[in-house]
Each structure stands twice: as structure tokens, then as C-alpha cells.
């Protein structure tokens, strides 16, 4: 069974005929999509063509967090309410007016239509359903609960993307400030005071306080060798990218660094120990094995610091050591949370422990976010404010300098 190209001619409900194209399971499924969109379907027919082959060729990833979020929770609540799955795959991809996500959920639905399990069917496509979400619905379906699974990770998977949402908001106005005193510099070095110096060169004798000389000597510096500068820094920044990109261990030591930031250390830490804390306390406490649970985690971590300690932790599991002895070891784990796991591990309750965690990590992450906000924007502010203040000065000083000696 596998996805057909069909073409139709149909009048909507002005009167109006369209012609279009889409791809689906059947020539019925098709015409129950236009129905259900109040179309009268005039003809249909099928089609194959270089073209159709061509448009299956995607990059990246095709279905956003927020549509994995919205897709999870109508999945949920439709088998809540007792549709079954394979009809409620079918109506998911009857709504979706996006040709490529249809044509993924046509896919699962033709995976399942064929008896395999929902969680095999995402197993397929990798980019577009993360591992922890294939362990969990893995584990609904061997459980038998599945509607009440898919809705948890729905409720996981947005509070992620808000607290993800949050982080670049408490980030986005620092940088756009940076960025403006960078500009600001560039354009008053540039444009401005080159003009002084052709003004105090009609006064004769003339000079200029020394900051504003440093500024004029800067920009005749940043103008005869402006290919030379731009060009090291485009090299430098490629070198940069692809030693990043490819090379691990310098790739570790960079975010290893960033790790160590006095302000955006602290959020990288944050940000860690919820997504470790989240989806430890959602497989432990749904029974699945704590090995298997801290290797999906790892899957999950971006961060190669913390996929080590992960590592590490696996390591010392089969030594028969202390689930809690690398996370007590590693400078990056907060204590308060490598306490609580050690607590766990002595009640003999991990998943309790780690659900707690994970509650207290999300309900600080806003206030921790909110104070980050407070104390970079009016510091970034106050720099934007000196830079351009110290320039301004260094244009004006000349100024009174002329008025005393005319």
C-alpha cells in the first residue's frame, strides 16, 4: 500500500471550479479529503509523471514542534474518546492541508494499516519524531495505555517548546543591543569621523584631543584594510563552523567553554538538567529499564558535556556503582538535584524522585529566565549607551576645541 498522485477538478462552495493535485492512500481517501474540505468533486483520476518522484525530495525536518505538539494532542484525545487508531491516523491526515505533513501521517497510517506498531511506523522517520517520544508510545502500546501516553508527551513535549520560546526571548533583545553598538561603531567610524578630519584640516593648525584622533587613525585603519579585516573574519568564522561541525573534541571544549560563561553558563546548565530530569522521571516512571532510559536520554542531549555525564553514568550502572555518583562528581549537575537522585536511589523510588525534580526544575526555569532578563538587558543597554556615549563625546570634543581657538 503506498501513496498514489491523483488530480482533480472540483467546485467549492462560491460556485467556483479548482483544479489541483494531491497524494494519498486511494482514490476514496482522496475524495473523502475534498468532501470533508465542502468541495463537489467533479473528476478525479490518477497520475504519475518525473515530477511526482521529484516532489517527493524534502529536506530537513517536516513537522515543527508546535504541529508535533497539536498532532500528539488531537491524537491522544481522538483514541481518549475511543476512535481507533487507524481511523484517527486517516481523519489527522484528512485535516492537514500541508501536502508533506499529509503525506507523513498517511505514511504511519499505512504502517499501522500493514501491522506494525504505531512506534515501528515512527521509528522510520527519525527527524521527525524524537527517540524519547518512539520509547514512550512503544511503551502505551505494550501497556495498553496508549491515548493517556501520547497526551503526557504532548503536555512534555510543549512545556519544552515554551521553556525553549523563553530562552530566546531572554536572549533575543541582549543580542539585537550588541548587535546595534556594533553597527552604530562601524557606521560612525566609517562616515563620521573622517569628515572631522577634513574640517579641522581648513583650520590650519588645529588639533585634535586624542580620543578623537584614536577614532579617526581606527577608521582610516578599518578603511584601508576593510577586504583584509572582513575577509579574516569570514575565514576565521568558516575555519570556526566546520572545526566545530567536524572536529569532536574541539566541538566539546567549545561548549565546554560556553558551560563555563558566567550568565549563560548557568541557562546551558538550566536547560540540561530539565531535559535530563524530564525524560528520566517520564520512562522511569512508566517502567522502563534505567539503562535503556539514560541511553534514550543521551540520544536526546545535544549538549556533549552532558551526553559524557550520561555516559559516564551508564558506565558506573554496569560496574554495579551508584546510579548518583557521576552526577555527584560532575561540576555541571546542581547538588540539589544530585542529592535528590542519591535520596531516590536510598528510598529505592528513582522515578518519584526524578518527577519531583523535574517539576521544581520547570517551576524555577521562568523565574531563572525572568532574572537573566533583568540583569543582561540594562547591563548590554548601559554598554550600547557608554560606546555610543564615548563616540559622541569624541565628535564634540574637536568642536569646543575649534571655538577656542577661533
Known amino acids: 500500500m503506498q501513496l498514489r498522485n491523483f488530480k482533480y477538478i472540483v467546485i467549492n462552495a462560491d460556485g467556483k471550479t479548482i483544479k489541483g493535485r494531491m497524494e494519498a492512500l486511494s482514490k476514496s481517501v482522496c475524495i473523502r479529503y475534498l468532501q470533508a474540505k465542502n468541495y463537489k468533486v467533479k473528476s478525479i483520476s ?11 525530495i524534502t529536506f530537513g525536518r517536516l513537522i515543527k ?14 483514541l481518549n474518546s475511543g476512535v481507533k487508531l487507524l481511523a484517527a491516523l ?20 499505512q504502517q499501522v494499516y500493514n501491522g506494525n506498531l504505531l512506534s515501528a511506523g515512527m521509528a522510520k522517520r527519525p527527524k521527525e519524531f524524537p527517540n524519547l517520544l518512539i520509547q514512550m508510545t512503544k511503551v502505551g502500546e505494550l501497556s495498553g495505555e496508549l491515548p493517556q501516553t501520547i497526551l503526557k508527551m504532548a503536555a ?20 539585537i543591543y550588541l548587535g546595534a ?15 572631522i578630519t577634513g574640517l579641522f584640516a581648513s583650520f590650519g593648525d588645529a588639533e585634535l584631543p586624542p580620543i578623537t584622533k584614536f577614532f579617526i587613525d581606527t577608521g582610516d585603519f578599518f578603511q584601508a584594510y576593510a577586504i583584509f579585516i572582513f575577509g579574516g573574519i569570514a575565514l576565521f568564522g568558516f575555519g570556526f563552523y566546520m572545526l566545530n561541525k567536524y572536529n569532536e573534541k574541539f566541538h566539546y571544549y567549545i561548549q565546554l567553554g560556553l558551560l563555563k560563561l558566567p550568565v549563560f553558563g548557568s541557562l546551558i ?16 516512571s512508566n517502567g522502563i529499564h534505567s539503562m535503556q532510559a539514560l541511553e534514550t536520554t543521551k540520544d536526546i542531549l545535544e549538549h556533549d558535556v552532558y551526553k559524557a555525564l550520561i555516559s559516564k553514568t551508564l558506565d558506573y550502572l554496569q ?30 523510588d528513582i522515578p518519584k524522585l526524578m518527577a519531583n525534580l523535574s517539576e521544581y526544575y520547570n517551576g524555577i526555569s521562568e523565574i531563572r529566565i525572568q532574572q ?34 577661533i
Open 319 to 348: 560496574d554495579g556503582k551508584p546510579f548518583s555518583k557521576s552526577f555527584e562528581e560532575s561540576p555541571y549537575i546542581d547538588p540539589i538535584m544530585a542529592k535528590m537522585i542519591a535520596t531516590g536511589e536510598k528510598t529505592g
Open 181 to 195: 553598538a556594533i553597527v552604530i561603531s562601524i557606521g560612525m567610524l566609517l562616515f563620521v569621523f573622517p569628515n
Open 90 to 109: 486517516e481523519l489527522l491526515s484528512l485535516q492537514q492541508d500541508n501536502k508533506n505533513i499529509r503525506k507523513l501521517y498517511f505514511e504511519l497510517y
Open 46 to 56: 490518477e497520475y504519475k509523471n518525473v515530477i511526482t518522484y521529484l516532489e517527493q
Open 156 to 175: 512534555y513535549y510543549e512545556s519544552q517548546m515554551k521553556l525553549s520560546a523563553e530562552i530566546k526571548g531572554a536572549t533575543r533583545m541582549p543580542l
Open 372 to 405: 537573566l532578563k533583568n540583569s543582561l538587558q540594562p547591563i548590554l543597554l548601559i554598554l550600547v549607551y557608554a560606546i555610543v556615549g564615548v563616540m559622541i563625546l569624541a565628535i564634540m570634543l574637536p568642536m569646543l576645541t575649534l571655538g577656542t581657538q
Open 269 to 284: 546548565q538550566m536547560t540540561n538538567q530539565i531535559l535530563i530530569a524530564n525524560s528520566l522521571s517520564q520512562m522511569l
Open 65 to 78: 514542534p508546535k504541529q508535533l505538539v497539536f498532532f500528539l494532542k488531537q491524537l491522544g484525545s481522538l
